[in-house]
Each structure stands twice: as structure tokens, then as C-alpha cells.
């Protein structure tokens, strides 16, 4: 994959975990302001622990989205190194459909977690 394109990929995967922080941080300020309403202390009160496992779910996305801008950046640094496709693991290039669909990638699908 040529660098340009793998830059366009990265940046249009950058801005979209900041559209996903954007919504999830307005999602969990909603539930924030639902959790005071409820008094959602007692977890004996479903809707307490509706907005709890709400809270949790929007969390774990938060941090997914966080781990993806991190991923987004280690690689535009590769490509910046030009050590950019290959797998870290076995150093072969990663196959260019890998990189379409996952541009932060940095291991082949043989050597990913
Ligand atoms: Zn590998």
C-alpha cells in the first residue's frame, strides 16, 4: 500500500474514534445526569443498574475508542519511520486487504492477538 493511501485510511479512521469520543462522552453525560436522578446508588434498583450497565457498556466503547487512536497513531509514526506494512511479528508485509480493512494494523492475521 502506498503511503498516501494509508495515511487517508488512518486519518479517516482517526476521525472517527473522535466522532465515537464525541458521542460517548455526551452518551455518558446523559447517563451521568440519569444516574443523579435515579438515586441509582442501591443496585437493588433496576433502573440503578440499568444505567450502571449502560455506564459500563459506553466505558469499554470509550476505551476501545481511545486504544484505536492510539493504534491510528503508532502507525501513521511507522509510516513516518517508513516501517510502515510489515508485521512486527515475522517482519513479512501484512496483505494489502488487511490493511484496507484495519490501516493501524501492524502484525499479519497469522500473528495477530
Ligand atoms: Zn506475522
Not at 5 to 13: E, F, S
Not at 33 to 42: I, K
Not at 73 to 91: K, S
Amino acid at each position: 500500500m502506498d503511503a498516501a493511501r494509508a495515511r487517508a485510511l488512518l486519518a479517516d479512521a482517526d476521525a472517527a474514534a473522535v466522532r465515537t469520543l464525541a458521542d460517548l462522552g455526551a452518551e455518558i453525560a446523559a447517563i451521568t445526569v440519569a444516574r443523579q436522578d435515579a438515586n441509582s446508588d442501591d443496585e437493588h434498583d433496576p433502573e440503578g443498574a440499568t444505567i450502571a450497565y449502560e455506564r459500563s457498556q459506553a466505558d469499554a466503547l470509550r476505551r476501545a475508542a481511545e486504544e484505536r487512536r492510539a493504534a491510528v497513531a503508532a502507525a501513521v509514526a511507522r509510516l513516518d519511520e517508513g516501517r510502515y506494512g510489515g508485521c512486527a511479528r515475522c517482519g513479512r508485509p501484512i496483505p494489502e486487504g488487511r490493511l484496507e480493512a484495519r490501516p493501524w494494523a501492524d502484525t499479519c492475521v497469522e500473528h495477530a492477538r
